[in-house]
Antibody
Framework: QVQLVESGGGVVQPGGSLRLSCAAS????????MHWVRQAPGKGLEWVAF????????YYADSVKGRFTISRDNSKNTLYLQMNSLRAEDTAVYYC?????????????????WGQGTLVTVSS | QSALTQPASVSGSPGQSITISCTGT?????????VSWYQQHPGKAPKLMIY???KRPSGVSNRFSGSKSGNTASLTISGLQAEDEADYYC???????????FGTGTKVTVL
């Protein structure tokens, strides 16, 4: 069965950096595009970033563009999110989620499986 | 890109039907038949309930149905049950520059 397990969250000071990981299993990771979606405490969901199945294209929400970098290691079945210049408003639970079909360019329409999330707190 | 607009809360008694609206613009909901709906219980990850406007994933009860008219999508829950009490979010593909926009979320309460 599909499993997505995020890790790497924690408390970081404003301006600091953090790298999140998402370990995938139960499907052919190298064939699927992957997303990061976040949810601030008590707030709604916000799409953050997408990476194509082969890592050739990456897209970001305006709110994180230039500060966050999505990447993947298909040999390790792992998705990453490098977060730099963190701000208080980046405090959220970060979920990884997968495309429902292989070889999508990001417009697969929805996210069929989600991880349980990892909490990032940006505070001094 | 602004979030899609949903009512903050909707409630109903067991067995009743409720409908949650999700209003976007001609750049997202109105342009693509790619609206999805997610159920989220407290402290849990979102769960896909409806995709491409009206399709149900395997394992999701047929009490859940989706539709769209113009810039507004809707999720209907019929035969409301206690386990349906949760937050619900719509989401629409919004093109290759914005990608995805979520709704503001609706808390469903079973009275």
């Amino acid at each position: 069965q599909v499993q997505l397990v995020e890790s790497g969250g924690g408390v970081v000071q404003p301006g600091g950096s953090l790298r999140l990981s998402c370990a995938a299993s139960g499907f052919t990771f190298s064939s699927y595009g992957m997303h990061w979606v976040r949810q601030a405490p008590g707030k709604g969901l916000e799409w953050v970033a997408f990476i194509r199945y082969d890592g050739s294209n990456k897209y970001y929400a305006d709110s994180v563009k230039g500060r966050f970098t999505i990447s993947r290691d298909n040999s390790k079945n792992t998705l990453y999110l490098q977060m730099n210049s963190l701000r208080a408003e980046d405090t959220a639970v970060y979920y990884c989620a997968k495309d429902p079909l292989p070889y999508c360019g990001g417009d697969c329409s929805h996210f069929d499986y989600w991880g349980q999330g990892t909490l990032v707190t940006v505070s001094s | 890109q602004s979030a899609l607009t949903q009512p903050a809360s909707v409630s109903g008694s067991p067995g009743q039907s409720i409908t949650i609206s999700c209003t976007g613009t001609s750049s997202d909901v109105g342009s693509y038949n790619l609206v999805s709906w997610y159920q989220q219980h407290p402290g849990k990850a979102p769960k896909l309930m409806i995709y491409e406007g009206s399709k149900r994933p395997s394992g999701v009860s047929n009490r859940f149905s989706g539709s769209k008219s113009g810039n507004t999508a809707s999720l209907t829950i019929s035969g409301l049950q206690a386990e349906d009490e949760a937050d619900y979010y719509c989401c629409s593909y919004a093109g290759s520059s914005t990608f995805y926009v979520f709704g503001t979320g609706t808390k469903v309460t079973v009275l």
